[in-house]
């Protein structure tokens, strides 16, 4: 669960403790201070988690301070904050260009298995880069230089392909002898886009530790080429 969750979460479990208080208990009474104060339009801890409650579309339980079955509540928060991390995520990358192969395959707002294998960290690494777009290929540095996207041409092959992400793991041919080594034959014998957005999806252990492998290797490959 993301740490945002998490804190929002112990924050409202924190206020229903405080609610359901006897009132002649301190911590009750300082909640009360503060909500007065907030009815004033001082900006308080109150007002804070009223602003939450009502963001969340939970107005109706600041309104009645109460919430019935308080677990029940709680789970119900926490997957309305999931709910709408997930479409404020979602909105934000498909918003950033940087991002448009990143996000043609990261649909799920959670850690991504390949960072946990047990294999080389710099291999680990390489696929990271090139999942986020920042390995030194040309469609990158093409971004960098102001070329055009349709003519950030690949340089170790010498046709009028784009290097992009796409390219370099499944159609440029220095790198045959890596698929043939570290690839699904399915994936390298017939490749398509459908293809590449599958292997980078995968949640196959074996499958993304020699994907690791093929980026780190092929990347010193390239950079020998260059």
Known sequence: MPIYCVTLKRCINFWLNLIEMPVHRIPRQAYIMLCNLDNMGRNTWATSIKNVLFSLGFGFVWISQEVGNKQRFLSTFESRVKDVLKQQWRENVGLKPKLRTYVQFKNLLEPERYLYLNCNRQAIRALSCLR????????????????????????????????????????????????????PSDVYLDPNHFKFIKLM?????????????????????REKAC
């Open 132 to 183: 986020l777009s920042v390995l030194p290929l040309e469609i990158e540095k093409g971004r960098r230089n102001d070329i055009p996207p349709t003519e950030r041409f690949c340089k170790i092959c010498n046709t009028t392909r784009v290097e992009d992400e796409y390219h370099f793991v499944l159609i440029c041919p220095l790198y045959n002898f890596l698929r043939i080594q570290y690839l």
């Open 201 to 221: 999806r995968s949640s196959d252990s074996i499958v993304l530790h020699k994907l690791c492998n093929f980026v780190y290797q092929a990347m010193k490959l």
